[in-house]
């Protein structure tokens, strides 16, 4: 079982700790010739690929590198813009890296604040009064659990597809907090968590997991 | 107190090594501040901000769900004096309206070693557990007062302390638990 990330959204909805756990970083690096044969969407924050996808490289990816110089943003690592480089024919056949995109901090803090709204909503839209918010959201490419303490603390995990129930890697992750964080006294409460013990062990926890499943969980 | 696995029992000190370092700490305290007073309001904020953190380990720990009348949370309190402390408080002295109760301590572990002397009748020793209890009870929504009624250190038969319900505090209930 693949677990893709986890995160702890605090009481008031700010996102106070996330780890990637296990995310594959696809990169692939191609020869192009003029003129290029795929569509790129040109962004003053990075480059992606907007339309005709080749092989693995696929609508989506952003550019990472031209000929090894790193892309930053819509420029290059030496100063020069990266459309002006790939609209230039003197300059093929050029070798572009792309990768799957990845997601700043920033972009993570934003999603978190999302989900809080959402989770609320759903608990209003319920039919039946006194319900959870969302407790599993499904897509076809991943499973999201959510376990909400009765402080209002929210438990996330990210997880491949077809998983059953997270309750117990919820729970566990609840009793690390508990033990990490909260008698960490140095740790103020409803800020970011940054207790290298709390990561080693959650860590060490994920791991156990996808080694062996729940049924060695209790170490 | 704390525990190096995940396990509910594995890791337990001595009941002496904790009524000392609390000793320590009120004498400290008391030889920083001077008035008693200011003794016993740190002592209490002291408490609320342990119980504040300590309530995620309770819950943790006994995966309780959530309390919704009075003689619940009562019986909660008393689970937690076990795990924690290791001594079993009885509930009593019921209000009629079931909103104020008593826990009764026969014996309390952190009175273990202590008299008090005469200058300091006004010294409420361990009222750092009326502050754990209100700060524990408002991370779960429960806004209480907590006061010593009696107490073995001032010459009573048996030390109690006495908790009274205030209100819920509706706005702070996380959504989807409502």
């Known amino acids: 079982m693949i677990i893709y990330g986890v995160y702890i959204v605090s009481k008031s909805g700010g996102l106070i700790f996330n780890l990637d756990n296990n995310v594959p970083r696809i990169e692939h690096e191609k020869s192009f010739t003029y003129p290029l044969d795929i569509v790129l969407d040109y962004d003053s924050k990075k480059v992606t690929v907007a339309f005709n996808k080749k092989e693995s490289i696929n609508v989506g990816h952003v550019l990472v590198s031209v000929n090894g110089i790193l892309v930053n943003g819509a420029t290059l690592a030496d100063g020069r813009n990266v459309k002006t480089v790939l609209e230039a024919e003197e300059n093929y056949p050029v070798n572009l890296k792309f990768a799957r995109p990845k997601m700043t901090t920033n972009e993570k803090i934003f999603l978190a604040s999302m989900f809080y709204p959402l989770f609320a909503i759903a608990s209003q839209l319920s039919p039946e009064p006194k319900s959870s918010g969302i407790e599993l959201l499904e897509s076809d490419t991943f499973t999201l659990h959510c376990f909400q303490t009765l402080t209002g603390v929210k438990f996330i995990v990210v997880s491949e597809v077809g998983l059953g129930s997270m309750d117990m890697l919820l729970r566990k992750i609840y009793e690390l907090y508990a033990d990490y964080v909260l008698k960490n006294p140095f740790y103020s409460l409803e800020m970011p968590i940054r207790c290298e013990l709390f990561d080693s062990k959650l860590q060490t926890l994920l791991e156990i997991i996808e080694k062996t499943g729940f049924n060695n969980l209790d170490k | ?178």
């Open chain 2, 1 to 178: 107190m704390s525990r190096q696995t995940s396990r509910f029992d594995a890791k337990k000190v001595n009941a002496e090594f904790l009524t000392l370092t609390y000793g320590a700490l009120v004498t400290q305290m008391l030889r920083d501040f001077e008035n008693v007073e200011d003794v016993n309001k740190q002592l209490e904020r002291i408490g609320y901000n342990m119980g504040m953190r300590l309530i995620e380990d309770f819950l943790a720990r006994t995966q309780a769900p959530r309390c919704l009348e009075m003689r619940e949370t009562a019986d909660r309190i008393q689970q937690a004096f076990r795990i924690y402390l290791n001594v079993q408080p009885s509930i009593s002295n019921w209000s009629p309206a079931l909103d104020e109760f008593s826990l009764i301590f026969d014996s309390n572990p952190l009175t273990e070693f202590v008299e008090l002397p005469q200058d300091l009748t006004n010294l409420r020793y361990s009222s750092i557990f009326s502050g754990c209890i209100r700060g524990a009870l408002e991370m779960v929504q429960l806004e209480v007062q907590c006061w010593f009624a009696q107490d073995q250190l001032k010459g009573d038969n048996v030390t109690e302390l006495r908790v009274k319900f205030i209100r819920r505090l509706e706005d702070a209930i996380p959504a989807g638990e409502d």
